[in-house]
């Protein structure tokens, strides 16, 4: 997904008084994303918006939000790098974006949140698309999950 900085402020002055926006996959035009403005990702913003401006101000560079280090748009293979650079040492587990978002989810559910809100935080279409991305949980995590959140514990 490649955001143009006047997407990205459109994006959070539409969602002011709110503390989420709403994001559509280019790529996939029917996916629309809820994305939770948490205050650690407002102040992620803030810092990226601080530090970009510094880095690249007597720099020529795309008219994108998330740029390379060489003020260039941020491209799908930059970012699956990036990721596998943080990931080297992991070992047992493809490290890409997508199993970060398989991840996410499963912790979703750890959490306690509810499958059609997962489905909902990552756009898809129908719950049976997040079913996949939770079929890796092990029963013990599902055990656990459920003892900490049993409906006879507040009886």
């Given at each position: 997904?490649?955001?143009?900085?006047?997407?990205?402020?459109?994006?959070?002055?539409?969602?002011?008084?709110?503390?989420?926006?709403?994001?559509?996959?280019?790529?996939?035009?029917?996916a629309?994303?809820?994305?939770?403005?948490?205050?650690?990702?407002?102040?992620?913003?803030?810092?990226?918006?601080?530090?970009?401006?510094?880095?690249?101000?007597?720099?020529?560079?795309?008219?994108?939000y998330?740029?390379?280090?060489?003020?260039?748009?941020?491209?799908?293979?930059?970012?699956?790098?990036?990721i596998?650079?943080?990931?080297?040492?992991?070992?047992?587990?493809?490290?890409?974006?997508?199993?970060?978002?398989h991840?996410?989810?499963?912790?979703q559910?750890?959490?306690?949140?509810?499958?059609?809100?997962?489905?909902?935080?990552?756009?898809?279409e129908?719950?049976?698309?997040?079913?996949?991305?939770?079929?890796?949980?092990?029963?013990?995590?599902?055990?656990?999950?459920?003892?900490?959140?049993?409906?006879?514990l507040?009886?």
């Open positions: 997904m490649a955001f143009k900085p006047c997407d990205v402020k459109q994006l959070l002055q539409e969602s002011k008084g709110t503390d989420y926006i709403h994001v559509r996959d280019t790529a996939i035009l029917t629309l994303c809820v994305v939770p403005i948490t205050p650690v990702l407002q102040k992620a913003l803030i810092k990226y918006n601080a530090c970009a401006a510094d880095y690249f101000t007597l720099r020529g560079t795309d008219d994108f998330f740029l390379s280090n060489h003020g260039r748009q941020l491209t799908n293979s930059e970012v699956e790098n990036i596998k650079r943080y990931g080297q040492g992991i070992e047992g587990v493809r490290v890409s974006p997508h199993t970060c978002r991840f996410y989810a499963q912790q559910v750890k959490m306690g949140t509810d499958l059609y809100t997962i489905s909902r935080l990552l756009g898809h129908n719950i049976q698309i997040t079913q996949t991305y939770l079929n890796s949980l092990r029963d013990e995590d599902i055990i656990n999950n459920t003892k900490q959140r049993s409906v006879l507040s009886i």
